[in-house]
């Protein structure tokens, strides 16, 4: 099992892709650190991915938009399992409507979620991970093309990626890989409570929505030896989506 004796922190674990990244975790062998904004939804989620097959699991009531409980989690993780070897920067906050009607603080706030987090725990795991390790960027095809009344999630994933390049140079010499997958659709509550997805605006052919475990699959390749040589990629994973015209 590829991840054996790994301990993987996945956030915005509760639900989701986050969830179904756990739990793959789980199943080849992975000790797995479940860092949620609810607490409670974390507590069943973690029992959810040690039924899946994870030797040992760990919840943590983490908002990763505050760089305290970030540290405090790290911190968690290597009391209980002496070490850190995989981060995937999962959790995300998408809000809607025009430029013209954002608020400062609506702007900041998903930055502060979808972007400052996921500084937050590269900077731990740069600090932390001993032996090297591997950080997985969840970003979305909304950093390369995306829709109207969308504009603070998009800038976000954009500068996200951005953060994923900067962070495979430096981690290169740590011996830790960063790398981004770019989700498409993806059968989860955010995409069905797109109001732009509602109101049709964006188009969603059934044909082209995966499952959280099809996204899962694609992140635990890239946190896994298999992609060793995988440095600074931003993989779609869309299921064809934007080949289109």
């Not at 600090?127 to 090297?132: E, L």
């Not at 052919?205 to 992140?219: L, N, S």
Request: proline content about 4%; aromatic content about 6%.
């Amino acid at each position: 099992m590829r991840f054996s004796d790994k301990v993987v922190i996945v956030t915005g674990a509760a639900g989701g892709i986050g969830l179904a990244s756990a739990k793959r975790f789980g199943l080849e062998g992975g000790r797995v650190v479940l860092a949620d904004l609810h607490p409670d939804k974390g507590q069943s989620a973690a029992l959810e991915v040690k039924k899946a097959g994870a030797p040992d699991t760990l919840s943590v009531a983490c908002d990763v938009s505050k760089e305290a409980d970030v540290q405090r989690c790290v911190e968690e993780t290597i009391s209980k399992f002496g070490r850190l070897d995989v981060v995937v920067n999962n959790a995300g906050l998408m809000i809607f409507g025009p430029i013209e009607e954002l608020t400062t603080a609506q702007w900041l706030r998903v930055f502060s979620v979808d972007l400052m987090g996921a500084f937050y725990f590269t900077r731990e795991a740069f600090r932390r991970m001993k032996n090297g390790g591997a950080i997985v960027n969840v970003s979305s095809i909304h950093a390369v093309e995306t829709s109207p009344s969308v504009a603070a999630y998009a800038a976000a994933k954009a500068a996200l990626l951005s953060l994923t390049r900067s962070s495979a140079l430096e981690g290169k010499p740590k011996n830790i890989r960063v790398n981004a997958i770019l989700p498409g659709a993806v059968d989860t509550p955010m995409l069905w409570n797109n109001p732009n997805v509602k109101s049709g605006l964006e188009q969603i052919q059934r044909t082209d929505v995966g499952k959280p475990e099809d996204i899962a699959a694609a992140i635990a390749f890239l946190a896994s030896d298999d992609a060793k040589f995988v440095e600074g990629a931003s993989l779609r994973v869309d299921g064809g989506r934007l080949a289109q015209l």
